[in-house]
C-alpha cells in the first residue's frame, strides 16, 4: 500500500485558509471584544488553552535567551516561569526543549 503524500498545493492552501477564515469570523461575529472572541473559541473547542500557554512560555523563554537580563542562570529561569504559570520546573524544560 503507497503511502499518501501528505503536502498540500499552493491552491489548497489558499481554499484551506479561506475556509478557516470564514469559520473564524462566523464563530465570533458577535464578540464584543479580542477578548471575548478568544473565549468564544476556547468554549467551543477550536482553541487549546494548552497550546496558547505553551506557546506563551516558549515565545518568553526565547526572549530572555536572546537578551537575557541580570545574567539570570537558565534554572532560575525555569523557576521563574514555572512560577508564573503554575507548572512544574519539568514540564517547563519539556516545553523548552530545542530553543
Do not use: F, W
Not at 485558509?17 to 469559520?23: F, G, P, S, W
Not at 514555572?82 to 530553543?99: E, F, M, P, V, W
Amino acid at each position: 500500500m503507497q503511502k499518501k503524500d501528505s503536502r498540500l498545493l499552493a491552491s489548497e492552501v489558499k481554499e484551506l485558509e479561506d475556509a478557516l477564515m470564514e469559520t473564524l469570523v462566523e464563530e465570533t461575529k458577535d464578540a464584543l471584544s479580542l477578548q471575548h472572541a478568544m473565549l468564544i473559541l476556547i468554549q467551543k473547542g477550536l482553541v487549546k488553552t494548552d497550546v496558547i500557554r505553551n506557546n506563551s512560555i516558549r515565545n518568553e523563554y526565547i526572549a530572555y535567551m536572546k537578551n537575557p537580563l541580570n545574567n539570570i542562570k537558565t534554572m532560575d529561569l525555569y523557576t521563574h516561569l514555572a512560577a508564573r504559570y503554575d507548572l512544574s520546573q519539568n514540564h517547563i524544560r519539556t516545553i523548552c526543549k530545542g530553543y
